[in-house]
């Protein structure tokens, strides 16, 4: 659909930004809706980010979201944040409001639910103990989420224990640190496993996990999506696991700021799949 001088803006900050799937995931849906809107690129050098920010309402734009490696950053040039944004340290989504100011939140987490629940129906995070590994921002999203959603038990596995440990005391309540050594031992009784790391993504080191100590009733849900089933997922969906993968975390994050900016509560839909997985094959 061809955009007017009426159009509304929003875009994605990053550095670097080609590589976001951002532009075709909002493309597609301003398309699907025939919304007089764009959704670009910015390309913002880390020494700017707080100047870029701050003059989005002066360019027209009714907010963006923010990649790495700004979302901790972003939270510190907003005018007001969601308060969870602050246990989870970090924002994606930024929205200008009508008084003027900018108010950032994170959707991480519910993207990382409503993917579970769409695609598990009766999905509950009180079943069992969860198992997260990594502890860095993505790790933070979810095992907040997994908080605020009634789980009662959190493993938190990580490289570096320390900072497993440390995370587990900021976030506090039934959060726990467990070293990577230990992480075999830790899937034992677990209903749900996520792997909140880089580990098995395309150009990227194999997560070496034995999962014999998990439960075939449990989950398993990895948040990489390129490749779209990784060897976690292809390995626990051949014990008899139900398996989720990563893309739809992807694509539920990004509903609350396209509704905030065009109006419109976007559906995921298989087609929207479609397109944002043809575009990770031509990359």
């Given at each position: 659909m061809s955009i007017t001088g009426a159009a509304k803006l929003a875009g994605v900050v990053g550095w670097p930004v080609a590589h976001s799937r951002s532009p075709a995931l909002h493309g597609y849906w301003l398309n699907e809706y025939k919304i007089d809107g764009a959704y670009v690129p910015v390309p913002i050098r880390p020494?700017?980010?707080?100047?870029?920010?701050?003059?989005?309402?002066?360019?027209?734009?009714?907010?963006?979201?923010?990649?790495?490696?700004?979302?901790?950053d972003a939270l510190r040039?907003?005018?007001?944040?969601?308060p969870i944004s602050?246990?989870?340290g970090s924002i994606n989504t930024i929205v200008l409001r009508p008084n003027g100011r900018l108010f950032g939140f994170s959707t991480d987490g519910y993207g990382f639910l409503t993917n579970l629940r769409s695609s598990l129906v009766g999905f509950n995070a009180a079943a069992g103990p969860?198992?997260?590994?990594?502890?860095?921002?993505?790790?933070?999203?979810?095992?907040?989420?997994?908080?605020?959603?009634?789980?009662?038990?959190?493993?938190?596995?990580?490289?570096?224990?320390?900072?497993?440990?440390?995370?587990a005391k900021e976030l506090g309540g039934p959060v726990r640190g467990i070293a990577w050594e230990s992480r075999a031992e830790a899937l034992s009784?677990?209903?749900?496993?996520?792997?909140?790391?880089?580990?098995?993504?395309?150009?990227?080191?194999?997560?070496?996990?034995?999962?014999?100590?998990l439960p075939h009733e449990a989950v398993v849900n990895d948040i990489v999506y390129v490749p779209l089933e990784t060897p976690l997922l292809a390995a626990a969906r051949s014990r008899g696991n139900r398996v989720v993968d990563g893309l739809g975390m992807l694509l539920y994050q990004a509903q609350p700021g396209f509704e905030a900016w065009f109006g419109v509560?976007?559906?995921?839909?298989?087609?929207?799949?479609?397109?944002?997985?043809?575009?990770?094959?031509?990359?």
């Open positions: 020494e700017n980010l707080r100047r870029a920010i701050q003059a989005m309402p002066l360019l027209g734009f009714a907010g963006c979201n923010v990649t790495v490696p700004f979302k901790e040039a907003v005018d007001d944040y969601e602050k246990r989870i969860a198992v997260v590994l990594g502890a860095g921002g993505a790790a933070r999203a979810v095992v907040t989420a997994l908080l605020d959603d009634g789980a009662t038990e959190v493993r938190l596995v990580n490289r570096t224990p320390e900072r497993a440990t440390k995370l009784g677990a209903m749900l496993l996520v792997n909140a790391t880089s580990l098995g993504m395309e150009g990227q080191p194999a997560l070496e996990l034995p999962l014999d100590n509560k976007p559906e995921v839909t298989q087609g929207l799949r479609d397109a944002v997985l043809a575009t990770l094959k031509r990359s």
